[in-house]
């Protein structure tokens, strides 16, 4: 969780202007799966600056995002996140401030692959949700081949230390699963495209771990430079949507 902070609280300013994290396709299927409605009491978990809590506060009674970095909740709350239904909470995933069976919706948003304890964040967020109540999951995935699992996990390490993993689709419904929440996998063809130079200067990577990231993509195997649609400039990662119900 150190490293997580230390990481985010440093880089704030650069997830307000992200076009990843402020808008995209996964961002659209998350709000068309979440369906929020106007009586909802809803979560964003792990909420950086509050680009989903953004789309969500309006469409429901009541929203707060959570995150663990201090600096990432005040960039939001700062130029992000005007509505007056909303408000920030600095959280760790596995001790949500919040009581049993008291939310109608989670959403979980390019955050989990951060989460040291997943499987304990999941748990908290099938505590908190009542009956009926729902999870949207966005995140990146691996890929089934264990080789390009490794590669594209190392290659997120190197870039930033607080990444944990990059889980394949099974593995990331398998912990909603094993949270006790009912798992369906919503969406699993979408793609961000990820301009390297840009992707390593919002994580402010270092320069000798910037350089062994820029080698590897140059260097990668056929089936990764395939898979992640890796360019002399560019690469690309999969991202599945997963809805669990209580």
Not at 30 to 39: C, E, F, G, S, T
Request: net charge neutral; charged share 25%.
């Amino acid at each position: 969780m150190k490293d997580v902070r230390a990481q985010f609280g440093k880089t704030a300013a650069a997830y307000v202007s992200s076009a990843t994290h402020a808008s995209g396709e996964d961002l659209d299927r998350l709000i068309a799966v979440a369906a929020p409605r106007a009586d909802d009491r809803a979560l964003d978990l792990g909420c950086g600056v509050g680009h989903t809590l953004r789309r969500i506060a309006p469409l429901v009674r009541f929203a707060v995002g959570a995150d663990a970095t201090l600096e990432m909740l005040q960039a939001g709350r700062a130029s992000v996140v005007s509505a007056p239904n909303a408000a920030f909470a600095q959280s760790d995933a596995t001790a949500l401030p919040f009581a049993d069976a008291s939310l109608d919706l989670v959403t979980c948003r390019l955050a989990a692959h951060h989460f040291t304890d997943a499987a304990g964040a999941f748990r908290q967020v099938a505590r908190v949700l009542r009956p009926g109540g729902r999870l949207v999951l966005v995140d990146n995935y691996a890929p089934d081949d264990p080789s390009l699992d490794v590669f594209i996990n190392e290659l997120e390490t190197l870039r930033d230390a607080s990444h944990v993993r990059n889980r394949t689709i099974a593995g990331w419904r398998a912990l909603l699963v094993d949270a006790g929440l009912r798992a369906s996998v919503e969406s699993e063809l979408m793609t961000t495209k990820l301009t390297t130079e840009a992707w390593l200067e919002r994580s402010q990577t270092p320069a000798d771990r910037a350089a062994e990231v820029r080698r590897r993509l140059r260097d990668a195997p056929a089936a990764a430079v395939t898979t992640f649609r890796i360019t002399e400039t560019t690469f690309s990662v999969p991202k599945v949507v997963l809805l669990g119900r209580v």
